[in-house]
């Protein structure tokens, strides 16, 4: 028979935790009941009093009412803190519809942006990049390049003077003369940076970028050239892109190409940009005048190359569509914000 | 260039493109004479007849406008209404009908003007493009031919064609070589002009005394005295030829010269042999201060390596580019001298070049002209003088040609084409291509020639160059595409280049947009802001005194290279401010410029400096937006970049003369590792003010060259602590002219091995603490690698602290 004392208290307690509102609440109880100094513990002292044959059972009897205690005691405390977990985020709810101050990341120029396009397509075929000097010597931007003084080719680039031997590079190609000069072929070099005509009207910028390839190796022809220019254009327009070449002249290289390739905006259909004609003119190239080699002093036909150049401005235009070339400079932050980064 | 088509016709048969110019454009395009325009005027004036005015009477709804019968074609009358008040019954005008697109894309159409129908438009030169102003409609002669469209009454029944014709083809700079290029490309015969030699038993020599002293920059001379001619107007075909391509008519003399330029591409000079002093030419080099003045009225002073023609009296003419105001043919002349020579091109570009004198006559010799042909085009240019102008022609003409020009022959084998073109070249076509080009072929081998190409082909001088030839009358498109193969193992790119990448990388992850300015600027406004330039070099930002000036700058706006990287950055801010960007974060890495200066080269020299400028202005705005100084802001980038770039040993202080533009209490240098590289700093408040900025504007510019010495540095790893870090705070009071850098680098200093991090977490002053006082509240993390932190190790590191705190800028704990 159990004791009546161990039952009331076992009653009381189970009511209470029932009772519990919450955790904290429940806790208590447990004190009350189960702690150090709690009815069960304090149960436990009444033993003492109790004759030797009942003592046993009435330790017993304990044990197992802690043991009931316990276990009511577990499932109503995950029960209470389930319902405060609920409760705690129902209070913690935030409204994510909300935007709050963002860190914007900023943007790469387009300009650098399209040099970096470039560039990256270039290394995968071996290409490695090159900057060199804005204020170049005459003989680098003019004499090397089979531009001899009071030349008519001369007047093709409208040259800013620093001094008698000085001038601020008219195109990147010194780099060229640079590379050829100071490595050794074989080559594959791209140069860019600002370049500086003087020259300003709606088209034109007196100081813009150039992005250009040479290629130097023992046996080189124009179907490489080409070749490699159309790999580029697909990879920078898009794929399915043609790539023309048509006659023309620069001095430094012979046979000289104009190069078009299929307008990327209209697919070939004609409109504003290629003046319906379905065509863009991006750069011009051709196989390197044995005259170049020769101021470099390369031995040719030993070594032979090709290199072709494109104005960057003009690429970035054509690709996101820019509608006035004054937009670069100006650096405003609503033209910069358009060209993300991307992954 | 302008070539006229019908005037094309004359030398070679190109009626076939009439109907589709596009055909003959592409024809041109692909040989590599890209036409850039082509004007028809007679498709511009489609629907434009010459009509008759049977009848003017009113409008009845409107005083000003006029209701007119106007005659369209034998027996056919439409009504017009029309604006103008200067025609009358009877007269001769130009009626655009329904249908015709006048310039300006205005479409004619049938409409009612006031109630009334109005079936077309009589017109003033403006409205067809042909004037600029105009007053009233144009009346026309009496005797045009009702009916008649207007574009063959008026001769604009020509097609022009607008050529870009590159530097090295100065052979097709005429009518004649455009007619002898697209002869080669049709296989088509080309005729050439007839010249008819009939002069008079009188010697143009012994009316003109002439000699050449410098055959090196006149290869050949050809003159030839006419008398009795009579200067007037041109005859209606040479006037409409020439305005065809946009020339004016002078007088029928100098047109004749114009003419036989624009058709042969050899420039000619008519003197009035009266006027020429001593009847005496010679032809020589200028003195230096030699002075003259051309017939445009300028006054040009010689610098002495000028070639001229010369009479008694100084020069006559500056050889090649212009004639002089003192020889010229007027309304007065009688006797002409015409001349005819060869002027070497590198002379006559430089001649042009060095008193900025730009002509016709100019751009054709210093790009080169067949000095076989001077002789004929001279008695072509004789025939037409006479034949417009009267007169008789001399026998006994002068032509010092002294050494005929000849050209080398240039050796060449088909497999060399074949090897640079990418496909198997033709022998036969190889021998065909060159026949046409009017090349001397002389098979040496087989697949090997010997080629002499005409004089009038200054471009073709080696091998390559027939190679492109081959290319270009082929046809570019044959050429193939592959890629080449490559033996050697890539090169390394360019330091600055990927280093300028990551570093851009870096900062738009930090929030700042990059920039493109510029690399010139004006040196007044630059120089306002850049006052003291030992300033700038004591912070490490190399800069000279002076800037480097351009000697031919677009315009005073752009005429220095920059010497900072903060002007033109500064413009940018300003701009994005007024337009309405009220805040942004800028940066630009590029380079600034000096001179170098070497004592033991003489020779001038410059130098790039790689600088970085970074720069934010106005507040973030919206919900939780974190504002706190803006400078700070640009600090933290500063010092995120130096932790990147594994630098450790840097100071962020006011040290020295801070930039004239900068705020005086809100800026400091910076040092890197023992180095000077840069500033930072707030925009002074009277700059922001006299801009009407309303916000804070910052810069942080840093040498870039000296910052990056020696990046990247090799990462290496350290063993990562297996012991919990243990955090003491601190709350030291000091006074506040005092720089909290100054405690923290000590204190840092002091716990030496044992600090993982330390922070500032608080910055205190107010009431709570006496005045000029401030509270300074640090957490600073302290670790060991191989032991838990003991009490008394801490306590031990704690009491260092402290001292240092109290010796480094006499703080004491709170």
Not at chain 1, 105 to 112: C, L, Q, R, T, V
Not at chain 2, 105 to 128: H, Q, T
Not at chain 2, 140 to 158: C, H, N, T, W
Not at chain 2, 379 to 386: C, T
Request: with cysteine.
């Amino acid at each position: 028979m159990v004791n009546q004392h161990l039952i009331d208290i076992k009653q009381n307690a189970l009511k209470d935790f029932h009772s519990s509102k919450n955790s904290k609440e429940l806790y208590q109880f447990k004190v009350q009941y189960l702690g150090k100094t709690g009815a069960l513990t304090e149960a436990m002292k009444l033993m003492a009093t109790l004759p030797k044959e009942e003592k046993p059972l009435f330790g017993k009897q304990v044990n197992e009412v802690k043991a009931e205690l316990e276990t009511a005691y577990a499932g109503v405390e995950a029960t209470l803190q389930k319902a405060e977990i609920e409760s705690q985020m129902l209070n913690e709810k935030l409204d994510l519809t909300l935007s709050v101050t963002t860190h914007e990341m900023g943007h790469e120029h387009p300009i650098y942006k399209v040099t970096h396009e470039i560039f990256s397509i270039m290394a995968r075929l071996g290409y490695s990049l090159r900057t060199g000097a804005l204020i170049e010597k005459d003989y680098y931007n003019f004499e090397a390049l089979n531009i001899p003084p009071d030349h008519p080719a001369r007047d093709m680039q409208d040259t800013f003077f620093v001094d008698e031997t000085h001038v601020l590079r008219t195109h990147t190609s010194p780099i060229q003369i640079h590379s050829l000069e100071n490595e050794k072929p074989p080559l594959r070099i791209i140069g860019t940076g600002p370049v500086f005509r003087c020259d300003s009207d709606i088209s034109h910028l007196p100081n813009f970028h150039q992005i250009e390839g040479m290629c130097i190796d023992k046996k080189i022809s124009m179907a490489d050239l080409k070749g490699t220019i159309s790999f580029f254009v697909r990879e920078f327009f898009g794929p399915g892109l043609k790539t023309r070449f048509r006659p023309s002249f620069f001095p430094f290289t012979e046979p000289s190409a104009e190069v078009d390739c299929s307008c990327p905006i209209c697919k070939s259909k004609g409109c504003s940009l290629c003046k319906q004609t379905g065509w863009i003119e991006i750069g011009g190239c051709g196989l390197i005048n044995p005259k170049v080699f020769e101021h470099a002093k390369v031995p040719y036909p030993e070594w032979q190359g090709f290199a072709f150049g494109f104005g960057v401005e003009r690429m970035a235009i054509i690709k996101y569509g820019v509608d006035d070339i004054r937009h670069f400079p100006k650096n405003d932050v609503r033209f910069l914000k358009q060209f993300s980064a991307g992954v | 260039m302008k070539i006229s088509l019908q005037w094309l016709n004359d030398f070679v048969d190109v009626t076939e493109f009439y109907q589709d110019t596009q055909k003959l454009a592409d024809l041109l395009t692909r040989a590599g004479l890209e036409v850039e325009d082509i004007q028809n005027k007679a498709k511009d004036f489609q629907n434009v007849v010459i009509g008759h005015i049977l009848e003017k009477g009113k409008h009845p709804n409107a005083d000003k406008l006029s209701l007119c019968q106007v005659e369209i074609a034998p027996g056919k009358v439409e009504q017009i209404v029309c604006g103008a008040q200067n025609h009358k019954q009877g007269d001769k005008v130009i009626v655009a009908l329904a249908g015709a697109v006048l310039p300006g894309n205005f479409a004619i159409k049938k409409a009612k003007v006031r109630d009334v129908e109005s079936n077309g438009m009589l017109c003033s030169y403006k409205e067809l493009g042909l004037a600029t102003e105009s007053e009233g409609i144009a009346i026309l002669d009496p005797k045009a031919p009702v009916g008649q469209s207007f574009a063959e009454f008026g001769g604009y029944d020509d097609i022009v064609f607008e050529l870009k014709v590159t530097p090295n083809r100065a052979d097709c700079l005429s009518h004649y070589g455009l007619a002898r290029e697209i002869g080669c490309l049709l296989n088509k015969p080309v005729k050439n002009p007839e010249v008819q030699k009939k002069f008079s038993a009188e010697s143009t020599k012994s009316k003109i005394k002439l000699t050449v002293d410098n055959s090196e920059l006149c290869p050949r001379y050809c003159g030839r005295y006419i008398t009795g001619v009579k200067i007037g107007d041109s005859p209606a075909w040479l006037k409409r030829r020439l305005e065809a391509i946009g020339m004016n008519s002078i007088n029928n003399v100098v047109d004749v010269t114009n003419y036989v330029m624009l058709e042969m591409g050899q420039p000619l000079h008519a003197f009035d042999a009266s006027l020429i002093g001593g009847q005496t030419i010679k032809i020589r080099n200028a003195s230096p201060g030699e002075k003259f003045k051309t017939l445009k009225d300028q006054d040009v002073t010689f610098k002495g390596d000028e070639l001229l023609i010369t009479d008694s009296n100084g020069a006559v003419a500056l050889a090649g580019v212009i004639g002089g105001l003192n020889s010229g043919v007027s309304e007065k002349t009688q006797n002409i001298f015409l001349e005819a020579a060869n002027f070497k091109a590198m002379s006559v570009r430089k001649s042009s070049r060095q008193h900025g004198i730009e002509t016709d006559s100019a751009y054709r010799f210093s790009r080169g002209v067949d000095p076989s042909q001077t002789h004929e085009i001279m008695d072509r240019a004789v025939n037409l003088i006479l034949q417009v102008a009267g007169g008789e022609a001399l026998g006994d003409h002068y032509d010092i040609y002294p050494k005929p020009v000849t050209k080398s022959p240039v050796k060449i084998k088909v497999q060399t084409i074949s090897d640079r073109l990418g496909y198997q070249a033709d022998a036969k076509l190889f021998e065909q291509y060159m026949n046409g080009l009017h090349c001397k072929v002389d098979r040496l081998n087989e697949g090997e020639y010997s080629i002499t190409p005409p004089l009038f082909r200054f471009d073709l001088e080696h091998d390559m160059d027939l190679v492109e030839e081959y290319a270009r009358l082929k046809g570019y498109e044959h050429i193939t595409e592959t890629l080449p193969s490559f033996a050697a193992e890539p090169a390394k790119h360019d330091e600055k280049y990927t280093s300028n990448h990551k570093l851009s990388l870096f900062l738009r992850g930090e929030g700042y947009d990059q920039a493109f300015n510029y690399a010139f600027l004006n040196e007044n406004e630059e120089s306002k802001w850049i006052t003291n330039c030992e300033v700038f070099n004591k912070l490490g930002l190399t800069m000279d005194p002076q800037a480097i000036k351009l000697r031919n700058p677009l315009s005073e706006d752009l005429n220095v290279m920059r010497r900072s990287m903060v002007y033109p950055v500064w413009k940018n801010i300003r701009e994005n401010f007024h337009a309405g960007n009220m805040s942004g974060k800028l940066f630009e890495i590029g380079s600034t410029f000096t001179k170098v200066t070497d004592s033991v080269r003489p020779e001038v020299a410059y130098k790039e400096t790689r600088k970085l400028i970074i720069s934010a202005w106005g507040e973030d705005f919206g919900l939780y937006a974190k504002n706190y100084p803006l400078v700070y802001k640009l600090k933290s980038t500063l010092e995120s970049l130096f932790q990147n770039l594994q630098i450790s040993a840097y100071t962020v202080a006011p040290i020295g003369d801070a930039p004239a533009y900068l705020h005086k209490g809100q800026w400091a240098a910076i040092n890197v590792e023992g180095k000077a590289v840069g500033y930072i700093g707030s925009v002074h408040p009277v700059i922001l003010a006299d801009e009407k900025i309303r916000v804070p504007v910052c810069f942080a510019e840093i040498n870039l060259d000296l910052l990056l010495a020696g990046q990247p540095r090799p990462t290496k790893f350290k063993s990562v602590s297996a012991f919990q870090p243990v955090d003491r705070d601190f709350a030291f009071v000091m006074e506040s002219a005092k720089m909290v850098g100054d405690l923290t680098k000590e204190v840092k200093k002091s716990v030496g091995a044992n600090l993982q991090s330390m922070t500032v977490f608080d910055v205190y002053e107010g009431d709570k603490l006496p005045a000029g006082q401030k509270s300074v509240a640090l957490r600073v993390r302290l670790h060991s690698q191989d032991q838990a932190l003991t009490e008394a190790m801490i306590t031990e590191i704690t009491q260092k602290v402290v001292t240092a705190a109290q010796k480094s800028v006499g703080a004491n704990l709170r």
